[in-house]
Structures are given as C-alpha cells and as structure tokens.
C-alpha cells in the first residue's frame, strides 16, 4: 500500500510532470511535449540530427510506458500509475524501479547538467523546472532541500537519494519529498 504522503506525491509527478497536456492520460504527446522543451532549452533546431535524437528518445520512452499499461489493460490514467507505481514499490518490484526510475533519473541528471561538470547548479536545476512546466516559485526552496551538504549544487548522489526519498519515504520531513517542488497543490 502506498501512504497517503506516497499517494499525493505520486499524484503530482503524474499531473504537474509527465501529463503535460493535463488532460488526466499519459500518452505519446506528453512525451513528445517534453522532448520539444529540451530541444529549446539545448537550441536544437527542427531537422536537425540532435533534434531526432531527442525526439526518438522520448518516445522510446513513451514507449517503456506503454507496453506496461497495455498489459496492465489500456490507458495510462492517474488511477493506473497509481497501481503501477504501487506494484514497482511493493515487494518484488525492484527490477521495474530500476527500469523506469532509476535509469529515467540518470537520464534527467544528464540532460540537465548543461555545461557537463557532473554536478547541477540552482540554474541547471531551474531549467528542469521550466522544461517539465513546474511551478516555478518551488525550485530554490526545493534546490536548497536536495543540497544536502549546501555546497550550492546537487550531486547525482544527492539527486538520487532525493529520487528514491521522493517514492518511498512517507517522512513529511524528508528533503526528497520536494524533488520536482511542492506536491500539495492543486
Ligand atoms: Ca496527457
Ligand atoms: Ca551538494
């Protein structure tokens, strides 16, 4: 069982993060919504090699999702992630949080890391907001929380630890829990 903390910040990766189009169903435009943002954030231009690259690249993810929910028997609503993330978090669901958190976070590190020195800056971090459509006003707030040394930049270290704090921890108080900002709105 998720916790209704687990519950709520679920909820918001799912509405304020992957629905990009808020129409209450994951589908190809929404990642495609974002592949676009990242090609204006990295100003790759339509018809480019780098433009198709990225474009691709989201929708093999898109495509990761989608068998999952064919098999789980249709659309991708809320309701269905819910299941789905409640499935992966429970027991025996390792191998699927490794495939679709895990890998897609290491992924979102490196795509954010715009100059490449391995780590994010407040910045770097910010951009992550815009691109994905994320109330803006959160990111220092949440930056300041996922720096947990407060050297003024995130390791994918510290990243990840947010990550797996983000899923599983039912601690209101964990740093983690602001990953992509406030989850409490609505
Ligand atoms: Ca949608
Ligand atoms: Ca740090």
């Given at each position: 069982?998720?916790?209704?903390?687990?519950?709520?910040?679920?909820?918001?990766?799912?509405?304020?993060?992957?629905?990009?189009?808020?129409?209450?169903?994951?589908?190809?435009?929404?990642?495609?919504?974002?592949?676009?943002?990242?090609?204006?954030?990295?100003?790759?231009?339509?018809?480019?090699?780098?433009?198709?690259?990225?474009?691709?690249?989201?929708?093999?993810?898109?495509?990761?999702?989608?068998?999952?929910?064919?098999?789980?028997?249709?659309?991708?609503?809320?309701?269905?992630?819910?299941?789905?993330?409640?499935?992966?978090?429970?027991?025996?669901?390792?191998?699927?949080?490794?495939?679709?958190?895990?890998?897609?976070?290491?992924?979102?590190?490196?795509?954010f890391d715009?100059?490449?020195?391995?780590v994010i800056s407040?910045?770097e971090y910010?951009?992550?907001?815009?691109?994905?459509?994320?109330?803006?006003?959160?990111?220092?707030?949440?930056?300041?929380?996922?720096?947990?040394?407060?050297?003024?930049?995130i390791?994918?270290?510290?990243?990840?630890?947010?990550?797996?704090?983000?899923?599983?921890?039912?601690?209101?108080?964990?740093?983690?829990?602001?990953?992509?900002?406030?989850?409490?709105?609505?």
């Amino acid at each position: 069982m998720l916790s209704e903390l687990q519950h709520d910040k679920i909820a918001h990766y799912f509405r304020v993060v992957l629905d990009q189009d808020r129409n209450g169903i994951l589908q190809e435009q929404d990642f495609r919504a974002i592949s676009e943002s990242l090609c204006i954030l990295w100003r790759f231009k339509p018809d480019t090699d780098d433009y198709e690259r990225v474009i691709a690249e989201g929708r093999r993810n898109w495509e990761l999702f989608r068998e999952h929910f064919e098999k789980m028997g249709g659309e991708a609503t809320e309701f269905q992630f819910l299941k789905f993330y409640e499935t992966m978090l429970g027991p025996g669901g390792e191998e699927l949080y490794e495939k679709f958190v895990t890998r897609t976070v290491g992924t979102i590190f490196d795509s954010f890391d715009l100059n490449g020195d391995g780590v994010i800056s407040i910045n770097e971090y910010s951009d992550m907001f815009m691109c994905y459509h994320i109330p803006i006003r959160y990111s220092a707030k949440a930056f300041v929380k996922l720096d947990r040394n407060g050297d003024d930049h995130i390791t994918k270290q510290e990243l990840m630890e947010a990550v797996d704090e983000f899923f599983k921890s039912s601690d209101p108080k964990s740093p983690g829990n602001w990953l992509f900002g406030f989850w409490g709105d609505r």
